[in-house]
């Protein structure tokens, strides 16, 4: 236990060059990570690791840089964030989720939704990590149930962060690339106040009709990440998005759970 309550984060990752790029979004992370009481051990819900059937755990003490892109520059392939992995850390989970659902996979390691939002915060890569996939078997709400019971990791000097984008539509980013179409500007407005309110039944029931969801979510993965960070919310915390840009099909805004003045005065 800590004395420290550590804040969750959603942070919207977009294209992996935001690692590279001197844009505000990254620079926003960079002001973060010294901002944030210092974690034990970080946890990483991830838009691009996703299983079936139960939810996967990176294991092992060293979890290898995945550069799960292509097209990129060299300079992108030659990152490496060999932070440590934590063997009791998965055991924690294990026990907060349930065994039965839990599998500690030494297969996979960081993929570009972990190590691209967390390098830029912690660089030295010196504190240890952990990878949690998307187990796409579940419901909406169940995922807010498993974000339920992670939250006691707060207390524990865990920081959870769920890396995905409130908007994420490659199929017509190009359609849309440098326009602020009406239908996600409704859509992330939503969001924003349903985030802000707490408002689980807006987050995650979409009706057949809800176009601008249809468009936003389309595939889900990028999506369902969101809900992890609504689910370790607790009694008393504030929510305030941050980096809540738009180009397109795709957002990047992003939420801090929890005190929200450690956004104060960052880039």
């Known amino acids: 236990m800590t004395s420290t309550r550590l804040p969750a984060l959603f942070l919207g990752h977009g294209s992996p060059m935001t690692v590279i790029s001197d844009v505000p979004e990254r620079r926003t992370w960079q002001a973060l990570g010294p901002a944030l009481p210092r974690p034990r051990a970080i946890l990483v819900v991830s838009a691009h690791w996703q299983t079936q059937g139960r939810t996967h755990l990176t294991g092992g003490p060293a979890p290898r840089t995945i550069h799960d892109f292509r097209g990129f520059p060299d300079e992108l392939f030659a990152i490496r964030y060999p932070a440590p992995g934590a063997p009791e850390l998965v055991e924690r989970v294990a026990q907060l989720l349930g065994r039965e659902r839990v599998l500690a996979d030494e297969t996979w390691g960081f993929d570009h939704g972990a190590w691209g ?120 915390d504030e929510v305030a998005a941050f980096n809540d840009t738009l180009d397109g099909a795709l957002s990047m805004t992003s939420y801090l759970v929890g005190d929200t003045a450690l956004l104060t005065g960052l880039a």
């Open 117 to 236: 939002v967390v390098q830029p915060m912690f660089p030295a890569a010196d504190i240890p990590m952990v990878a949690m996939s998307l187990d796409r078997t579940l419901s909406p709400g169940q995922h807010v149930d498993l974000g339920r019971k992670l939250a006691p990791l707060r207390d524990e000097g865990v920081l959870l962060v769920a890396s995905g984008n409130v908007i994420h539509n490659l199929a017509i980013w190009r359609q849309f690339a440098g326009t602020q179409p009406d239908w996600a500007l409704e859509f992330r407005a939503r969001i924003n106040a349903a985030m802000v309110a707490g408002d689980e039944a807006a987050l995650t029931r979409f009706s057949g009709e809800d176009r601008a969801a249809a468009l936003a979510i389309n595939s889900a993965e990028h999506y369902l990440p969101l809900l992890y960070a609504l689910g370790v919310r607790l009694p008393g």
